[in-house]
């Protein structure tokens, strides 16, 4: 399957700032990538869909202002956290594939994002 | 909104012994698939089953889906410490595209 990097695999930062999440496909050209949000002890959230050269679309209750998307590779896809505050803190983490119905999502390692 | 409640939550269980967890969905579905995600990493798939399909196997997992009772079970044979892990469900639905939609996972322990 699709190999799926994430950088930083942990961040910590203050609260007002701003951290940048990348999600690579190593060995995959991605048209689509998703971004999903997990809490301790739930269950994965999708927040987006990327999409290669186009504008994401974002599931509804999730702020596009406030995690901005970018999708300008088919290689790369962006998660900014703008304004970062606590209740952002978070694991995020990216997926590929999933191209058509019946294709499996590879997903990347995840990023832990602590806000103080 | 979440499409898949499983159960059970929680799973505590002797190496050895069969791991078996549930989900079940709301809407009609595509297809239904099965990931594994160790603490604090990213999931790893472990298996896809179409709607039209009843029963699939891959190695020590046994997965079943029953469409008039939207549900699917994931049975784990002989489980090992390894096996550690929490496993989720997520459901493809046509209308939606290709889109997972999660169930809210088991976590499962196998005791050495």
């Known amino acids: 399957g699709a190999v799926v990097s994430q950088h930083p695999s942990r961040v910590i930062c203050k609260s007002g700032t701003s951290v940048k999440i990348e999600c690579r496909s190593l060995?995959?050209?991605?048209?689509?990538m998703f971004w999903y949000r997990q809490f301790p002890k739930q269950s994965l959230m999708l927040m987006a869909t990327?999409?290669?050269?186009?504008?994401?679309?974002?599931e509804q209750g999730v702020e596009k202002d406030k995690f901005l998307i970018n999708h300008a590779s088919l290689t790369l896809s962006t998660l900014t956290v703008t304004s970062a505050h606590p209740e952002d803190s978070s694991f995020y983490i990216c997926?590929?594939?999933?191209?058509?119905?019946?294709?499996?999502?590879?997903f990347g390692p995840g990023t832990r994002l602590l806000v103080l | 909104s979440q499409q898949g409640e499983e159960d059970p939550q929680a799973l505590s269980i002797q190496e050895g012994e069969n791991a078996t967890m549930n989900c079940s969905y709301k809407?009609?579905?595509?297809?239904l698939q099965w990931y594994r995600q160790n603490s604090g990493r990213g999931l790893v798939h472990l298996i896809l089953?179409?709607?039209?399909?009843r029963e699939k196997h891959s190695g020590r997992l046994r997965v079943t889906l029953d469409t008039s009772k939207k549900s699917s079970s994931l049975l784990i044979t002989a489980s090992r410490a390894a096996d550690t892990a929490s496993y989720f469900c997520?459901?493809?639905?046509?209308?939606?595209?290709?889109?997972?939609?999660f169930g809210g996972g088991t976590r499962v322990l196998v005791k050495p």
């Open positions: 997926s590929t594939g999933g191209g058509h119905l019946e294709e499996t999502q590879y």
């Open positions: 060995d995959f050209q991605a048209t689509t």
């Open positions: 990327s999409n290669e050269g186009s504008k994401a679309t974002y």
């Open positions: 809407t009609s579905i595509n297809n």
């Open positions: 089953i179409r709607s039209n399909e």
């Open positions: 997520a459901t493809v639905i046509k209308a939606a595209g290709n889109k997972l939609t």
